[in-house]
Nanobody
Framework: QVQLVESGGGLVQAGGSLRLSCAASGRIFGIDSMGWYRQAPGKQRELVATVSSGGITNYADSVKGRFTISRDNAKNTVYMQMNVLKPDDTAVYYC?????????WGQGTQVTVSS
């Protein structure tokens, strides 16, 4: 089993920055892919960014150039630095870990960007 715990969310003004962290515990393998998704009220959950075990990253077009995902395999932690935040970035952000056909999710952390 894998447990994921997110932290770092909060309230910030437009143009500000936040850094999200997701600590994984349990049986973690270096081949696992990790990422961040978000869900705004009334909308479907959407991909924000992913990072493979080898460090290959993928971003949603809406966050390219503003968000940076990274991982520390020694600490079983994935981070996401979010800069130049916009009100449209307001959502609950979820961390996930993918191992083959199994996906684990964290409980989510709220990010609110005021205009």
């Amino acid at each position: 089993q894998v447990q994921l715990v997110e932290s770092g969310g909060g309230l910030v003004q437009a143009g500000g920055s936040l850094r999200l962290s997701c600590a994984a515990s349990g049986r973690i393998f270096g081949i696992d892919s990790m990422g961040w998704y978000r869900q705004a009220p009334g909308k479907q959950r959407e991909l924000v960014a992913t990072v493979s075990s080898g460090g290959i990253t993928n971003y949603a077009d809406s966050v390219k150039g503003r968000f940076t995902i990274s991982r520390d395999n020694a600490k079983n932690t994935v981070y996401m630095q979010m800069n130049v935040l916009k009100p449209d970035d307001t959502a609950v952000y979820y961390c996930n870990l993918v191992r083959g056909i199994i996906t684990y999710w964290g409980q989510g952390t709220q990010v609110t960007v005021s205009s």
